[in-house]
């Protein structure tokens, strides 16, 4: 059974860091982009990026970029979402999806529960 499981949420003060991991089972992670979501209190979900096969990551929010940074470990069966110099903006549920590539021109799936991240004082 295909399965994707975020963790590594949790509550951090703004300038803090978090990593977060996306654990698979059911499917062999080589062959498989996976992107990285998150969805904000009375927002619609965004694509914060997606890693290829190949290790070839793009990121698609300005805000994030050069604070987060997309990683994966094919044997671990895991890709990671490092975050630092976190802001209270940053504040959502972070969500792990997988992809046939990063093109855009397939949908996403296998969705995991996704994992709060609050930013606060």
């Known amino acids: 059974q295909v399965h994707l499981e975020e963790s590594g949420g949790g509550l951090a003060q703004p300038g803090g860091s978090l990593r977060l991991s996306c654990v698979n089972s059911g499917f062999n992670l080589s062959y498989w982009a996976i992107g990285w979501f998150r969805q904000a209190p009375g927002k619609e979900r965004e694509l914060i990026s997606c890693i290829t096969k190949t290790d070839v990551t793009t990121y698609y929010i300005d805000s994030v970029k050069g604070r987060f940074t997309t990683s994966r470990d094919n044997v671990r069966k895991t890709a990671y979402l490092q975050m630092n110099a976190l802001k209270p903006e940053d504040t959502a549920v972070y969500y792990c999806?997988?992809?046939?590539?990063?093109?855009?021109?397939?949908?996403?799936?296998?969705w995991g529960r996704g994992t709060q991240v609050t930013v606060s004082n």
């Open positions: 999806a997988r992809n046939t590539d990063c093109s855009g021109a397939y949908p996403y799936g296998s």
